[in-house]
């Protein structure tokens, strides 16, 4: 079974950057589709970033894209969400999810329940 622990959060500035990471252990994240989402106080959980199971395409929400990079270091068996230019409205708690079900390989996914196993979150807050 895979875990999952996401680390890097923390309190920015607006127009600040910072780096999530999400470190697995278990089994390795190259053959899984793995994803990032945020919840921000009293709303849904929302789809920031994702690859499909090959790792050869990525997709974003528009709300983030062009500020935001998925990554994946499979020698290390991580995954990261570079965030740039970051707003107060990006404010919540992010998590890393990776999909253990079968996956198509062109296939990005995109909604929580598409995803299996999840980390237990960090806090990113925007605000000066």
């Known amino acids: 079974q895979v875990q999952l622990v996401e680390s890097g959060g923390g309190l920015v500035q607006p127009g600040g950057s910072l780096r999530l990471s999400c470190a697995a252990s278990g089994r390795t994240l190259s053959t899984y589709a793995v994803g990032w989402f945020r919840q921000a106080p009293s709303k849904e959980p929302e789809f920031v970033a994702a690859f499909n199971w090959a790792g050869t395409s990525s997709d974003y929400a528009d709300s983030v894209k062009g500020r935001v990079t998925i990554s994946r270091n499979n020698a290390k068996n991580t995954m990261s969400l570079q965030m740039n230019s970051l707003q107060p409205e990006d404010t919540a708690v992010y998590y890393c999810?990776?999909?253990?079900?079968?996956?198509?390989?062109?296939?990005?996914?995109?909604?929580?329940?598409?995803?299996?196993?999840w980390g237990q979150g960090t806090q990113v807050t925007v605000s000066s």
């Open positions: 999810a990776v999909r253990t079900m079968s996956s198509y390989s062109g296939t990005i996914y995109r909604n929580k329940s598409d995803y299996n196993i």
